[in-house]
């Protein structure tokens, strides 16, 4: 490959890193003024005031009417911004992610997280209160996608990375606890179990390891060469 042929997809790479940054630092100031926006009210603790880390899901600052019964107008506003930036930040960091590994996995992994990032704004467009049934659905299907996506690229070690380097096990930890989410999440739903302040907690680590995964990945993207430039570099030496 050619330097003039590398420099649109270099600066294509960097437009990607940039978007994803932003949209995560966008999600993350939207979802903070939501927090302090929401009036009140958990599934343990309804008449409580303010949201709660331990005992409040992300999809409640969703809901027009908080849980308590006050108007969440505002607060509702915020989080769907919240969701669409984070949902469109992850297109870019999926095809990101994607560049780090071989061929025959980028594909699949685009594909997959791609799918994920679309069931995610979704959820935004189908808040809890309104639409409980499709909301749950698009949410586990949203999640799982996104789980086979991740689990791939925890899996590749890169060349000259280490084995618990920082993107794999923020990876693995991001992997784990959404699957955890996950099993909690059709417990309480769909088997009939209990809410308890675990299943709240176990979402924000979650997301805090998810953003941190992000941002390694982000950077190791940055300083790696892209996997299929050295395919190609490869295979034309050996050829030689």
């Known amino acids: 490959m050619s330097a003039g042929a590398g420099q649109p997809v270099a600066g294509a790479a960097r437009v990607a890193r940039l978007a994803t940054l932003a949209c995560v630092g966008l999600f993350s100031i939207a979802m903070l003024a939501a927090c ?65 590994l071989e061929r025959r996995s980028r594909w699949l992994v685009w594909r997959l997280g791609a799918a994920s990032a679309a069931a995610l704004i979704a959820m935004a467009l189908l808040p809890s209160d309104r639409h409980p049934l499709a909301h749950g659905v698009v949410a586990l299907a949203g999640g799982l996608l996104g789980a086979a996506a991740a689990a791939l690229c925890v899996h590749a070690r890169l060349p000259g990375e280490s084995r618990l380097s920082f993107r794999r096990w923020s990876g693995a930890l991001t992997l784990s606890l959404s699957l955890a989410h996950v099993a909690l999440y059709v417990n309480v739903a769909y088997l009939g179990g209990a809410e308890s302040v675990t299943h709240p907690a176990v979402q924000k680590l979650a997301t805090l390891s998810l953003l941190l995964w992000v941002l390694g990945t982000v950077a190791r993207a940055r300083s790696a060469p892209d996997t299929l430039t050295l395919a190609k570099h490869r295979a034309r030496t050996s050829a030689v």
Request: hydrophobic share 50%; net charge positive.
């Open 36 to 100: 302090v926006c929401y009036p009140g009210g958990s599934w343990t603790l309804p008449s409580s005031d303010g949201f709660s880390l331990l005992r409040n899901f992300w999809c409640d600052l969703l809901r027009s009417r908080a849980i308590n019964g006050a108007d969440n107008a505002l607060g509702k506003q915020l989080a769907g911004v919240g969701f669409a930036a984070l949902g469109l930040g992850l297109w870019p960091f999926w095809w990101v992610a994607s560049t780090l």
